[in-house]
């Protein structure tokens, strides 16, 4: 069986470009509070945030680190914070990773 993997991009208008992650990429998390309170039903008003993806290799962890996240968003809103945030800090460390992997 293959490795989870995730597309980056593919280009069908011109030269074919296909960037195969392992692992889950970007995943986001929402702020519950702020979705009860959204009665317009569209995004705007809605907190998210991309979450930390090291490690992560399938969708099932993936959604049980969003549902970890959301509840620390509920509980801190409206001030947002969750100790899965993505920080420009592990993000480039996260690609760092992965460029390593495939040299």
Not at 61 to 90: F, M
Request: proline content about 3%; hydrophobic content about 30%; glycine content about 6%.
């Amino acid at each position: 069986m293959l490795p989870f993997c995730s597309l980056d991009s593919i280009d069908v208008n011109g030269k074919h470009l296909i960037k195969v992650y392992k692992g889950i990429k970007n995943w986001y998390a929402y702020c519950p509070t702020c979705r009860a309170n959204n009665t317009a039903g569209i995004n705007n008003g809605n907190f998210n945030q991309m979450i930390d993806t090291a490690g992560l290799v399938n969708f099932e962890q993936a959604e049980a680190r969003q549902k970890d996240a959301e509840g620390e968003y509920a509980v801190a809103h409206p001030n947002h914070q969750s100790k899965w945030d993505a920080t420009i800090e592990t993000v480039k460390e996260h690609n760092r990773t992965e460029e390593t992997e495939y040299e």
